[in-house]
């Protein structure tokens, strides 16, 4: 049997996942162990269909109630979903992993401004949204767990996926500040620095698959940290490529490292 972490303390209670919709996507994988751990859920998507199936799964294998909210997370708060699926209950846990991305990857300046502006509603004033609203409730009851799912380029940047990067970075010092200001309130907060991750299918094809990571693996790594520290890289490959991006090369090296490194893993180079 897999060594239960802290969070299951809130057995029993309800934890709250946003992106959970697709089969092989982290926010998922978070759900499958958090029922594993005896936790109800609120599974937040856009995806309406995915998210029935992710909800009847989860419900089938686990002896734990599942809810769902399709939720447009771009849209101004509170969110109308979200606040019906919560109807009677208190999330103990707050896992936000969702984010908008689009499908092409241009420059900076060839992405359309409504495209920047969509990504900061759903990927940062989102989160806020998401973490004000139950991180204030978790700090009045003085307990509770939130997760935040940022990325490596929040700290390496990542040219040609530049808003995404910025959006991430913001996530990981939002959730840094919060976790310091949280302490002794019995509300404990973690920020997940990802690295590449295998959910996104042939997509990430072009990048080396020993830096790829299995959602399913990386879950017990970040729950385990939960409590203990900040912050948390999971997977050896992922925390000796951030080693060498950010403590053994200069800023304009790194820029240019991981310039080239996006490049060729996005199929500019082609």
Same mark, same amino acid.
């Given at each position: 049997?897999?060594?239960?972490?802290? /969070?299951?303390?809130?057995?029993?209670?309800?934890?709250?996942?946003? *992106?959970? @919709?697709?089969?092989? *996507?982290?926010? +998922?994988?978070?759900?499958?162990?958090?029922?594993?751990?005896?936790?109800?859920?609120?599974?937040?998507?856009?995806?309406?269909?995915?998210?029935?199936?992710?909800?009847? %799964?989860?419900?089938?294998?686990?002896?734990?109630?599942?809810?769902?909210?399709?939720?447009?997370?771009?849209?101004?708060?509170?969110?109308?979903? /979200? %606040?019906?699926?919560?109807?009677? #209950?208190?999330?103990? @846990?707050?896992?936000?992993?969702?984010?908008?991305?689009?499908? =092409?990857?241009?420059? #900076?300046? =060839?992405?359309?401004?409504?495209?920047?502006?969509?990504? #900061?509603?759903?990927?940062?004033?989102?989160?806020?949204?998401? #973490?004000?609203?139950?991180?204030?409730?978790?700090?009045?009851? *003085?307990?509770?767990? /939130? /997760?935040?799912?940022?990325?490596? !380029?929040?700290?390496?940047?990542?040219?040609?996926?530049?808003? +995404?990067?910025?959006?991430?970075?913001?996530?990981?010092?939002?959730?840094?500040?919060?976790?310091?200001?949280?302490?002794?309130?019995? !509300?404990?907060?973690?920020?997940?620095?990802?690295?590449?991750?295998?959910? $996104?299918?042939?997509?990430?094809?072009?990048?080396?698959?020993?830096?790829?990571?299995?959602?399913?693996?990386?879950?017990? %790594?970040?729950? @385990? @940290?939960?409590?203990?520290?900040?912050?948390?890289?999971?997977?050896?490959? &992922?925390?000796?490529?951030?080693?060498? $991006?950010?403590?053994?090369?200069?800023?304009?090296?790194?820029?240019? &490292?991981?310039?080239?490194?996006?490049?060729?893993?996005?199929?500019?180079?082609?």
């Amino acid at each position: 049997m897999a060594k239960r972490s802290k /969070i299951s303390d809130y057995a029993g209670g309800w934890a709250l996942v946003t *992106g959970a @919709a697709r089969e092989h *996507g982290l926010g +998922y994988a978070f759900a499958h162990r958090l029922a594993a751990e005896g936790l109800n859920l609120i599974l937040v998507d856009v995806l309406d269909e995915d998210l029935g199936r992710r909800a009847n %799964e989860l419900r089938n294998q686990f002896d734990v109630e599942v809810r769902t909210a399709t939720c447009d997370l771009g849209e101004s708060a509170p969110y109308a979903p /979200i %606040e019906d699926a919560i109807d009677g #209950i208190e999330v103990d @846990a707050l896992v936000c992993n969702h984010m908008f991305t689009p499908p =092409d990857t241009p420059p #900076i300046l =060839d992405m359309p401004l409504e495209t920047h502006s969509r990504m #900061i509603d759903i990927n940062a004033r989102g989160y806020t949204n998401l #973490i004000h609203r139950f991180g204030t409730a978790m700090r009045d009851r *003085g307990r509770g767990a /939130i /997760i935040i799912v940022s990325s490596g !380029v929040g700290l390496t940047s990542g040219p040609y996926t530049g808003a +995404y990067a910025a959006n991430k970075a913001f996530q990981l010092m939002f959730g840094q500040a919060l976790w310091y200001e949280l302490r002794g309130t019995g !509300v404990d907060v973690l920020v997940m620095i990802a690295g590449l991750m295998n959910t $996104q299918g042939d997509a990430l094809s072009k990048y080396p698959r020993w830096l790829m990571a299995e959602p399913a693996a990386v879950v017990p %790594e970040v729950l @385990a @940290a939960l409590g203990r520290k900040p912050t948390v890289v999971p997977g050896f490959a &992922s925390r000796a490529f951030l080693f060498v $991006q950010t403590r053994l090369m200069s800023r304009q090296l790194a820029l240019t &490292s991981i310039g080239r490194f996006m490049a060729s893993g996005l199929g500019k180079n082609d």
